[in-house]
């Protein structure tokens, strides 16, 4: 299963929209544990299905993200706060508790990344054997 993702109408560009098509469900490359790899803010909608069952299979898939307490972390900030999450399999928001004129600063950092791989191979689409991430994880 394959999603078509965007930047989103409201995202801050600074360059033009990309349309890409990533899996539903990818491999950790390090852990090899399975995570979903849909984003209410960027994904549109799954290849392949038609918009209704499309649109209801992503708002269960993003309900269940935002809703599942029992793999959710909130942190309140103090000062000398540091958060690191792994990119890979973590999702984020902001939480607007402060009070209006206060200050936090952020810095992110993001490494380069791994293409997304993809939990298995749906089709045989010849590029399985060319594919690093796939062969170093036996799912061709």
């Known amino acids: 299963m394959r999603e078509i ?6 995202s801050v560009l600074r360059r033009p929209i990309t349309r890409t098509i990533h899996p539903v469900v990818v491999v950790h490359p390090v852990t090899k544990k399975k995570a979903l790899f849909v984003n209410s803010s960027y994904t549109q909608s799954i290849v392949g299905w038609d918009e209704e069952e499309s ?5 269960f898939l993003f309900d269940h993200i935002n809703r599942g307490h029992d793999f959710c972390c909130r ?21 607007l508790d402060y009070s209006a004129g206060s200050r936090r ?11 997304p791989i993809p939990s298995l191979v749906e ?7 060319k594919d690093e991430g796939r062969m170093m994880l036996n799912l061709c």
């Not at 649109?55 to 708002?59: H, Q, S, T, V």
Request: glycine share 6%; net charge negative.
């Open 75 to 95: 942190v309140r900030y103090e000062p000398g706060t540091v958060v690191i999450w792994d990119q890979r399999v973590t999702q984020h928001s902001q939480t």
């Open 55 to 59: 649109d209801y299979m992503l708002k």
């Open 123 to 129: 089709e045989d689409d010849g590029d399985c054997a």
């Open 5 to 10: 993702r965007d930047n989103g109408p409201d």
């Open 105 to 115: 600063h952020a810095f992110r950092l993001t490494p380069l990344a791994n293409v």
